[in-house]
């Protein structure tokens, strides 16, 4: 090997009793890319607002109809499409106000 590099006070790596490192960049390939953890976010909000939307069927149908449809477009904004989200969510808010007008006469 050559006298490889300079220390700080301008001597020699050999003559300094420093060994001689040598630093590689180890370039890696993965699957989670930037793109690829969107679409795991955007395919978990999709689920999520699935979910809120069947429950919100049967209980609490106007909030659980709001928060699948904001799942439901956080799903979208990462390019995931979340058209039973968005359904469900509206069907879910009419469905609860067409209770609440039918029951009204009833106070229920």
Do not use: H, W
């Amino acid at each position: 090997m050559g006298g490889g590099g300079k220390d700080a006070e301008g001597r020699g790596l050999q003559d300094s009793g420093c060994p001689q490192v040598i630093l590689q960049t180890v370039t890696t390939t993965t699957d989670t890319t930037e793109t690829e953890i969107q679409r795991r976010l955007g395919q978990s909000y999709k689920k999520t607002s699935i979910i809120l939307g069947v429950i919100g069927m049967f209980i609490l149908g106007i909030p659980l109809g709001i928060a699948a449809f904001i799942f439901a477009r956080k799903a979208e904004t990462q390019g995931v499409k979340a058209t039973a989200g968005i359904v469900l969510a509206v069907l879910d808010i009419v469905l609860a106000i067409v209770v609440m007008v039918v029951l009204k006469p009833f106070n229920i």
